[in-house]
């Protein structure tokens, strides 16, 4: 019997993997497809090398594929040299739960069963696939793509609609857009960016429209149809007037069509290529997960702070959770557990400085809550914004006017940070500067007491935080 059954080689299932180890466990892990999970070999890594290759003009679609696989089978074959070193049993499968034995958990796996003292559920996530009329027919005929399909697209849809103006759809938006592609966003909800504050999220609106990315908010979509089949197509494109874009990238020749409403009013629009970026769900079932009396929904596994299902020695981390889909959170959860497996109880999990970047041009970054989150959830609101303008470095290199923007958020009275928001160049990597001062609890006083070095970008916060009244 093992020590620890892991289901899942993604970043939590193999981060746990590797600590576990390092903590002096005996580790199996469970993966049928690549290591890696999704932000490996479907998410996080691919699509920032296909946005890189679009922020230096129009790219090579051919050379960027070809450049995605190669870090992606580098950065996977990094992971498998990893666990190997740390002597932890791969078994490339799908690992199905047997139910409990005397002890632990048992995995089944290629006709073979597995026992382990503990159970760790890393399964991730998958696609949300919602009941629009004539999208299951879309999916099968290749019409309409999740985020998977389009990294391995071999050629630039003429035209694409992204139902869903999130991280996946705004970053797939954006490179195919760079790469000729005539592309139309349609977003369900008032605002783009998911949990972006609002003065950030219309910001980047506006900058991504500047760049003539066609951006509809309010837009239900209500049908995909294939024109092939019978829908008649609408000659041109119905993007509430905005003009034509590139007709010349190649594309695909059996067109479709997306039907939505906006303000009441319903619109059709044609496309080669539908991509769906509506988020995506815990992966729950196929698991064997219903051999045991485990508290789950289809919102994810429940988990306490140390990362403990309801059942003793079985544990849950990542996507699966439901609780916030991302890599960097997975890390962190899968840690938390291995840790309690060991003993530590002073290590609990915490949500409250989590940082989030979307990647675009320009690039938005987060942590902590938004403005009017803080209001929602009660606090006594202080805010301050401030234009990128105010960073000298900023000015330096960046094109006149380029967009950007810093805001806080903090507690009147307290002066306790709360939020921290930036738009613009390097927000990626200041952030982290950001969710140190949420981590630490610290206040606007004390963080007006870090020295910032001069010039960076980063001094904005800085900046900022002497505009705050708190």
């Known amino acids: 019997m093992t020590d620890l059954l892991i289901l899942g080689g993604g970043p939590a299932g193999y981060c746990a993997a590797e600590r576990a180890v390092a903590g002096g466990l005996s580790v199996t892990l469970f993966e049928e497809r690549a290591l890696g999970g999704v932000c490996l070999n479907e998410g996080c890594i691919p699509t920032k090398t296909f946005l890189y290759a679009a922020k230096y003009g129009k790219p090579d679609h051919s050379a960027t594929l070809a450049k995605k696989d190669k870090v992606v089978k580098t950065l996977t074959g ?3 040299t990893a666990m190997k070193a740390a002597g932890v049993t791969i078994i490339k499968a799908r690992g199905s739960v047997a139910g409990r034995v005397d002890g632990g958990y048992a995995v089944t796996a290629d006709g073979k069963t597995y026992t ?13 696939l919602p009941p629009i009329p004539g999208l299951d027919s879309a999916l099968a005929s290749g019409l309409a793509v999740t985020s998977r399909e389009a990294l391995e697209l071999a050629d630039v849809p003429k035209r694409l609609a992204v139902v869903g103006g999130g991280v996946i759809g705004l970053e797939m938006a954006q490179y195919f857009q760079a790469a000729g592609s005539d592309v139309t966003v349609l977003e369900m909800l008032p605002a783009i960016g998911g949990g972006l504050d609002r003065d950030i999220a219309a910001a980047l609106l506006k900058a991504l429209r500047d760049k003539g990315l066609t951006i ?7 049908g995909v149809g294939d024109a092939a ?3 008649p197509p609408v000659v041109g494109r119905d993007p509430l007037g905005a003009p034509p874009g590139n007709n010349g990238a190649p594309g695909a020749s059996r067109p479709t069509t997306v039907t939505y409403e906006h303000n009441g009013t319903p619109h059709t629009l044609e496309a080669d290529k539908v991509l769906l970026s509506l988020g995506r769900k815990p992966v729950l079932t196929g698991l064997g997960l219903e051999t045991l009396p485990l508290e789950s929904s289809p919102h994810g596994i429940p988990t306490d702070k140390y990362q403990q299902t309801n059942l003793p020695g079985l544990y849950a981390a990542g996507d699966v959770t439901g609780k916030m889909l991302l890599a ?6 899968a840690e938390v557990a291995v840790a309690h497996m060991l003993g530590k109880r002073d290590d609990p999990m915490r949500y409250d400085a989590v940082p989030a970047v979307l990647y675009t041009t320009p690039e938005a970054a987060l942590v902590g809550l938004s403005e009017s989150a803080a209001l929602d959830a009660g606090y006594n609101v202080a805010a301050a914004t401030l234009p990128m303008a105010y960073s000298g470095r900023f000015v330096a290199e960046s094109q006149a006017g380029a967009p950007g923007l810093c805001k806080i958020v903090a507690e009147k009275g307290t002066g306790r940070l709360l939020g921290i928001h930036i738009l613009g160049l390097y927000a990626s990597e200041i952030i982290t500067a950001a969710a140190i001062l949420l981590e630490t609890g610290a206040t606007v006083d004390r963080a007006r007491r870090v020295i910032f070095p ?12 002497w505009k705050l009244e708190v």
């Open 78 to 80: 990094g992971v498998g």
């Open 116 to 128: 382990g003292k503990r159970l760790l559920i890393a399964t991730g996530s998958a696609p949300i």
């Open 216 to 222: 509809i908010t309010e837009a239900k979509v209500t």
């Open 229 to 231: 089949l019978g829908v």
């Open 328 to 333: 960097h959170v997975a890390y962190r959860q």
């Open 454 to 465: 001069h010039p960076t970008v980063g001094e904005m916060i800085r900046e900022c935080l």
